[in-house]
Nanobody
Framework: QVQLVESGGGLVQAGGSLRLSCAAS????????IGWYRQAPGNERELVAT???????NYADSVKGRFTISRDNAKNTVYLEMNSLKPEDTAVYYC????????????WGQGTQVTVSS
C-alpha cells in the first residue's frame, strides 16, 4: 500500500514562494500520475496540477505560470513549486495518486496548510 506524506507548507506573504513536497513509499509511485489538489474552507477540493510518469504536466488556469509541478522518481517525490503566491492560494494542499484502473485519485496524503497573507 502506497503512503503519501506532504510537507513544505507554511505562512508566506503575498508575492512569496513555497515549495511543497510529496514523498511516497512503494515502487509503483514512479509509474503513476500524481496530482496536487487544494481545498480552502467552504470550497470544493480543486485539482491544481498533475504530472504523468513521463513528466507531462497540466495546471489549473488559476495557477498557470505561477506553479510548477515536477517529480524525482529516484526519490519517490513530487514537488509543487509555488511562486507569486496570492491570498486566494490559501488552502490545505494534498497530493494524490491516480489509480490507472478506475482513473480516480484514490490514495491521498494528510495535507499541508498553505497560508498567504495580504
Amino acid at each position: 500500500q502506497v503512503q503519501l506524506v506532504e510537507s513544505g507548507g507554511g505562512l508566506v506573504q503575498a508575492g512569496g514562494s513555497l515549495r511543497l513536497s510529496c514523498a511516497a513509499s512503494g515502487s509503483i509511485f514512479s509509474r503513476r500520475v500524481i496530482g496536487w489538489y487544494r481545498q480552502a474552507p467552504g470550497n470544493e477540493r480543486e485539482l491544481v496540477a498533475t504530472i504523468t510518469s513521463g513528466g507531462n504536466t497540466n495546471y489549473a488556469d488559476s495557477v498557470k505560470g505561477r506553479f510548477t509541478i515536477s517529480r524525482d522518481n529516484a526519490k519517490n517525490t513530487v514537488y509543487l513549486e509555488m511562486n507569486s503566491l496570492k491570498p486566494e492560494d490559501t488552502a490545505v494542499y494534498y497530493c494524490a495518486l491516480k489509480n490507472p484502473f478506475t482513473m480516480r485519485y484514490d490514495t491521498w496524503g494528510q495535507g499541508t496548510q498553505v497560508t498567504v497573507s495580504s
